[in-house]
């Protein structure tokens, strides 16, 4: 008898794998709004002042697993991948535009991110609301979605997992930007706005934090 190929097992759960890759694939289209960068947030303050937007949010809700073996513990689970966009704009016909050219944006960066693509099974559904409303001499338009991702996950308590080397945090700044340089390495390569810029990411890392975990040495 040949002998079984050993089950993958996941370093995090899937929903946040889902999370991460979407968060990605959005940072990579770089989504912009007549011109206007928007912002990328996960997740994010879901009921943003006006004079943050536009923007668009990312959170990972409601999960429900179905057993597939009676053994160790194998799902296909389905989580709700929730993305919220929102832009304002003077007039209503104007926000609806927006919208939709922004919403048009973010289901094709992430329906065809190859990453999405190779860890879900499929999207089962997605469910989507416009709303569109008047704050003043201001138009708020919002689409919300919830897409059903499908995904295997198998959990196996022998398992060792990765130990965690330590994070970077690089921050990039929209504003202020320098208009003209050019960075060598910068840390978001995908998002960096080509020369001459009004706006960031430029390419400079402006500040950078490296948390590193506790050692088990007796070492500091």
Known sequence: ?????????????????????????????????????????SPGDWNPPADRLPAVFVRTGRETKTSFNR??????????????????????????DDIEALWFAIENAL??????????????????????????????????????????????????????????????TIRPADPSGTYVNPPFPASVTPAPRTHGPDGRDEATLVVLPPRHDGQP
């Open 71 to 96: 053994g160790l513990p194998e799902f296909t689970t389905e989580c709700a991948l929730e993305v919220k966009a929102i832009v304002k704009a003077p007039t209503a016909a104007q926000a609806q």
């Open 111 to 172: 329906l065809l991110d190859p990453a999405l693509i190779a860890i879900t099974q499929q999207f089962a559904s997605v469910e989507t609301a416009l709303d569109i409303r008047a704050e003043g001499a201001r138009h708020l338009a919002g689409i919300a979605a919830s897409f059903a991702a499908e995904f295997p996950e198998m959990f196996d308590p022998a398992a060792r997992f990765p130990a965690l080397a330590g994070v970077g945090l690089h921050a990039d």
């Open 1 to 41: 008898m040949r002998p079984r190929p050993p089950r993958p097992v996941a370093t995090m759960t899937g929903r946040r794998q889902v999370r991460l890759a979407a968060v990605d694939a959005l940072a990579r289209a770089s989504l912009a709004v007549r011109g206007e960068p928007v912002t990328l947030h």
